[in-house]
Nanobody, 127 residues
Framework: QVQLVESGGGLVQAGGSLRLSCAAS?????????MGWFRQAPGKEREFIAA????????YYADSVKGRFTISRDNAKNTVYLQMNSLKPEDTAVYYC???????????????????WGQGTQVTVSS
């Protein structure tokens, strides 16, 4: 089991930036897993944002954030990041990180392809 904790959320104005971090709180490693970031706004389904291969060599982004968000990982620190630039009010949501299930398709957009969800961190973008 891997327990994840997201951090770095907050309130920013449109056009601003935030960097989210996802780290293991239990001391267990997730460095052998592909990782993903999702977000969920009130009343909406959880939305795929980005995924990164275990090695960090391959990344994949939702069209809604491509060119603005960057996923990265530092396996030496057992941490995954989501750099968010040019933030828009529609980016407002709770952001979650998770590990991808074994043998799942790396390019799957479905939350059911992931497990070990963190508790989420709130991102609010004002106009």
């Amino acid at each position: 089991q891997v327990q994840l904790v997201e951090s770095g959320g907050g309130l920013v104005q449109a056009g601003g930036s935030l960097r989210l971090s996802c780290a293991a709180s239990s001391g267990r490693t997730f460095n052998n897993y592909p990782m993903g970031w999702f977000r969920q706004a009130p009343g909406k389904e959880r939305e795929f944002i980005a995924a990164i291969h275990w090695s960090g060599s391959i990344t994949y982004y939702a069209d809604s954030v491509k060119g603005r968000f960057t996923i990265s990982r530092d396996n030496a620190k057992n941490t995954v990041y989501l750099q968010m630039n040019s933030l828009k009010p529609e980016d407002t949501a709770v952001y979650y990180c998770a590990t991808k299930r074994p043998h799942s398709n790396f390019y799957s957009l479905q939350p059911t392809s992931y497990d070990n969800w963190g508790q989420g961190t709130q991102v609010t973008v004002s106009s």
